[in-house]
């Protein structure tokens, strides 16, 4: 019904910088919340950065003053850019949306992830 699709993972430099994407489709009424959580190696899933429909955002103290989250309602899409990136960012990066879902019987709440995108920073 919802699928999140995520891009722009890859192998960086420490230092370097990567610009995260994830495209929301399917039977979407609205989107709330937007966020991106993280799962290092041997590691718990972490959130990284949220931003809501009102344009609050909020980051976990690790990446603050490093990654901006930002989204563009228009096309139902969030970006995650991440500057100065250390080797402990290393992680499989998830999108997640938390949405109102367009069903036959009527408007449901519904959170979506996306399959998840490998960041990779070497030192």
């Known amino acids: 019904q919802v699928q999140l699709v995520e891009s722009g993972g890859g192998l960086v430099q420490a230092g370097g910088s990567l610009r995260l994407s994830c495209a929301a489709s399917g039977s979407i009424f609205s989107i709330n919340a937007m966020a991106w959580s993280r799962r290092a190696p041997g590691k718990q899933r972490e959130l990284v950065a949220g931003t809501t429909s009102a344009g609050n955002t909020n980051y976990a103290d690790s990446v603050k003053g490093r990654f901006t989250i930002a989204r563009d309602n228009a096309k139902n899409t969030v970006y995650l850019q991440m500057n100065s990136l250390k080797p402990e960012d290393t992680a499989v990066y998830y999108c997640?949306?938390?949405?109102?879902?367009?069903?036959?019987?009527?408007?449901?709440?519904?959170?979506?992830w996306g399959q998840g995108t490998q960041v990779t920073v070497s030192s």
């Open positions: 997640k949306a938390d949405l109102l879902l367009s069903t036959e019987d009527g408007i449901k709440d519904y959170s979506a």
